[in-house]
């Protein structure tokens, strides 16, 4: 059948099961805009109120999800408010496809009104980009988007539509879900070199990064963990993919992560490293990461197999393969000493935790725990409210985690989690800072507009408090721009958009608002008052190792 540029659009996305969009309208995107009206009974289009929320909102959808998500924006300042947004997904490797209208090929190079060359802009932080020339091969480059977003190693690809391309007309052949490209097997060599390795080890740890979440294989890194008795420990881009009450889970690892993980990972004599990078807020100094330890590193993207740090075995290709063949090959073991040396790491921790007086982060969290149900997707802006969250936050299953870990963007959490609601059909909490909150606090409207189920922790210090926190550190107490004093009233600002507002400033008063919140069918901004000098511990300091590690405020 012959469509129009737009109505092919529509078609191939349909075609390849999307039914959510997030977006913006605009000049060079009338005429999609106008085919997604005429489609509106078979694809959901969510307005939000700026590009960028739009594109952290698709990127929050894909990652609850698993699934492709998809964002829309016109030409010009449109497609330059993506780019933290896809910057975003590629640095955490969620597969996004970022769909543009630009101005007529007629006028490409001519500084048209609202032309940019997005291609060009993109292009270090894509998978691939396309600029369509010929509107033929529009649906076909369409697909082959979606291939590669999802193939091996995910992230984002952009497609950037002409407008001449839009309204020409083409024939368009329906066509199934394109599959991803094939993962490459990992070499039987590899294999049995680290079913070797790990045969001659007595204390083993599984480090667990987001390519476990993507490649599901996080219930072959429990069986793993069984079958040598090892223990497991993640990224940030980790959590959530093993229970946090699995008994051999020690949570998050690195600069702020679990006392007993980190120092865990530092005394195995083995890491067996699952789909991470080996990021530096993970190792620390990596000259003196895990220096007793052999490294086999699992990954199918072959260029961070030694990347960051030396692998002593190094394995690429299917995750799931590769763990698979592992987990059939090593031996069964026991490791009552390790074991023994892992609890009294874990009693050392616990008694590392400070006492709770007043509304303190721990208790937020705590008491978020006890209300929340294991489907709630719990999403984050960036700063120290998120690293409490990882500390702090029970996951039950998979996907449960929305936080931007690589790029680490301020104004991430209100756009992603509206996507993660949306795309879960499940009830999401937003724990925020008032700084990362001020960037993109806009996005309320949508929250509101699309009777989002969302409650809003807005951890509210007053203060950068991640920033101030290395400057108590490591500046000589030199606050510099990093103290507010706005005279902000997030109560009013929430209502003002149609939202309920509730300020606390007792851990009682919080217990009941936050039920009260969450049971609800409205969206609630919780406005809690905490200290500004609460500290994220424990901390590896920038370039530390485990040796270095704080633990208690009275050490610094």
């Known amino acids: 059948m012959k469509l129009t540029g737009v109505e092919i659009v529509i078609e191939t996305l349909i075609e390849q099961g999307v039914t959510d969009v997030f977006g913006y309208p605009g000049g060079q995107v009338l005429n999609l805009y106008d085919a997604i009206y005429e489609a509106g009974d078979r694809i959901h289009h969510i307005l939000t109120a700026h590009e960028q929320g ?3 909102a698709a990127d929050g959808y894909s990652r609850a999800t698993g699934r492709v998500g998809v964002v829309i924006a016109t030409s010009g300042p449109g497609a330059t408010n993506l780019v933290t947004g896809i910057a975003t997904a590629m640095l955490d490797s969620v597969p996004m496809v970022a769909i543009t209208g630009n101005v007529p090929q007629n006028l490409i190079g001519r500084d048209s009104f609202q032309e940019i060359d997005i291609t060009g802009i993109t292009l270090p932080i894509t998978k691939h980009n396309f600029f369509i020339h010929n509107v033929n091969k529009l649906a076909d480059q369409i697909r082959l988007a979606f291939k590669i977003a999802k193939s091996g190693r995910p992230g984002p690809v952009l497609i950037d539509i002409p407008k001449d391309i839009q309204t020409a007309t083409a024939e368009y052949e329906p066509q199934g879900v394109i599959e991803p490209f094939p993962n490459g097997q990992p070499p039987k060599e590899d294999i049995e070199a680290a079913i070797r390795l790990i045969n001659t080890k007595k204390r083993p740890y599984i480090h667990v990064g987001g390519g476990a979440l993507g490649s599901k294989t996080y219930d072959l890194a429990r069986e793993l963990a069984e079958k040598i008795d090892g223990y497991i420990g993640c990224s940030l881009m980790g959590l959530s993919a093993i229970p946090t009450d699995y008994e051999r889970f020690l949570g998050m690892q690195g600069m702020h992560g679990h006392y007993a993980s980190t120092v865990a990972s530092d005394d195995a004599d083995v890491i067996i490293a699952v789909g991470t ?100 997707v719990i999403a984050t802006d960036v700063g120290q409210h998120q690293m409490w969250t990882c500390q702090y936050i029970n996951f039950k299953k998979p996907r449960k985690l929305i936080s931007s870990g ?42 509101v507009s699309n009777n989002v189920p969302l409650t809003i922790v807005l951890m509210n210090n007053g203060t950068l408090g991640m920033v101030r926190q290395w400057q108590t550190l490591f500046y000589s107490h030199h606050y510099s721009n990093t103290t507010l004093n706005r005279k902000t009233d997030f109560v009013k600002l929430a209502e003002a958009f149609g939202a309920v507002g509730v300020m606390c400033d007792t851990p009682e008063k919080f217990e009941k608002v936050f039920a009260e919140a969450y049971n609800s069918d409205s969206v609630t901004l919780i406005d809690c008052r905490i200290d500004m000098d609460e500290f994220v511990l424990p901390m590896l300091p920038p370039g530390g190792a485990v040796e270095d590690i704080i633990v208690k405020k009275g050490e610094i």
């Not at 790029?407 to 937003?430: E, N, P, R, W, Y």
């Open 277 to 376: 990078r080996f990021s530096d807020r993970a190792t620390g100094d990596k000259s003196r990461f895990a220096r007793g330890a052999s490294i086999i590193h699992i990954d199918i993207d072959f260029a961070e197999i030694n990347k960051n740090i030396p692998a002593t075995v190094g394995v690429c290709g299917d995750i799931s393969t590769a763990l698979r063949e592992i987990i059939d090959g090593v031996e069964k073991k026991e490791n009552p000493e390790w074991a023994a040396h892992v609890e009294e790491l874990r009693r050392l921790e616990k008694s590392y935790m400070p006492a709770d007086v007043g509304l303190t982060p721990h208790k937020v969290m705590e008491t978020i725990n006890s209300v929340i149900d294991a489907d709630t």
């Open 406 to 447: 690589g790029l680490g963007t301020m104004g991430f959490g209100m756009g992603a989690a509206i996507g993660a609601a949306v795309g879960s059909g499940c009830k999401a909490v937003l724990v925020t800072g008032d700084g990362s909150f001020g960037m993109n606090l806009n996005e309320l409207c949508t929250a």
């Open 54 to 56: 739009a594109a952290h």
